[in-house]
């Protein structure tokens, strides 16, 4: 008998080995780190969130898990992720939006929602009715506009996130942001859309050509204050110039006017010099000023007379 049980021990061993599977798939389960668990004993949930790894529990139906993806969703709407709106003056818009929310309390989640399912069944009515209260507390120009001042998109996405926050927060979600995917107009108005843009746009550019004339004007205005300032300088300074060098040739022409003879001489010295600067060649009088210097006896000049006593 002993070597019929020797013969058989691979068998017997794998069923060990199989039967320690079903144990450890029975009585444990796994939480990874991007999951929530909700533990379900006897048909009542605990409040206990277990931490990421293996755990030990009762088999079903004596304990029952559900666990929960904990990451951030992404939820863009099911019915009506683009329809029209209406904004405070009665205009009608394409909008999408979306939100971005995960799981704040896994017990309350699980005993409200159950399923992501029924969780985005539920922020699909939520974001409708936020997306529309919060766009019909604006005008059309403050939501399609060119102008950063005027727009109010950050606000009514940021209205949206928190009208959502106060309806998700007892189903034990958290709603994490809210945007906007699509804005458009219908068909119908887009014509005159964009003829009210255009009309817009020609009043800016009007300002913006308003604006630079009246710079152009006041800067031509600077300049020419400032060129008749420079002007007014020059002048002045060419005066004060002038009078300084009339006041210096009164002195030297007190000078000559004790020795006319020699102011002559220095003048036709002068011209002299002025002519004769470069390699010139002229066939001239020494009778004609200043070329009388070049006589043989130019350098003897008359002695001016005497005044009688």
Request: net charge positive.
């Amino acid at each position: 008998m002993s070597n019929k049980v020797f013969k058989h021990w691979p068998t017997l061993l794998l069923g060990v080995f199989v039967f320690a599977v079903l144990l450890v798939a029975v009585f444990t389960y796994q939480v990874s780190s991007t999951e929530v668990a909700v533990v379900e004993r006897m048909g009542q949930m605990l409040d206990e969130h277990p931490a990421a790894g293996l755990h030990f529990r009762w088999p079903y139906p004596f304990e029952k898990i559900t666990k929960y993806d904990k990451r951030l969703h992404c939820f863009g709407g099911h019915e009506g992720q683009i329809e029209e709106t209406a904004t405070a003056d009665k205009q009608n818009i394409l909008v999408g939006v979306f939100i971005t929310y995960r799981i704040s309390d896994p017990l309350t989640f699980a005993k409200r929602m159950t399923s992501f399912k029924k969780a985005e069944s539920e922020l699909d009515i939520w974001m409708r009715g936020a997306k529309n209260a919060a766009f019909g507390k604006y005008k059309f120009d403050q939501i399609l506009t060119t102008d950063p001042k005027k727009m109010r998109l950050n606000e009514i996405a940021d209205q949206i996130k928190n009208d959502m926050l106060v309806k998700a927060k007892p189903y034990g979600l958290e709603i994490c942001s809210a945007g906007i995917t699509t804005l458009n107009v219908p068909e119908a108005v887009s014509s005159k859309v964009f003829e009210r843009m255009n009309q817009d746009r020609m009043l800016a550019a009007q300002r913006y050509l308003g604006e630079g004339k009246l710079r152009a004007e006041e800067i031509r205005i600077a300049a020419d204050k400032e060129r008749a300032n420079i002007i007014a300088n020059a002048e002045a300074q060419a005066k004060e110039i002038s009078a300084q060098g009339d006041v210096e040739a009164a002195k030297y022409l007190r000078v000559f006017d004790k020795n006319p003879e020699l102011a002559a001489f220095l003048r036709k010295l002068d011209s002299l010099r002025t002519i004769m600067k470069s390699k010139t060649t002229l066939v001239l009088d020494t009778n004609t000023d200043p070329f009388t210097l070049l006589k043989s006896n130019a350098d003897q000049l008359a002695a001016p007379a005497k005044s009688a006593k």
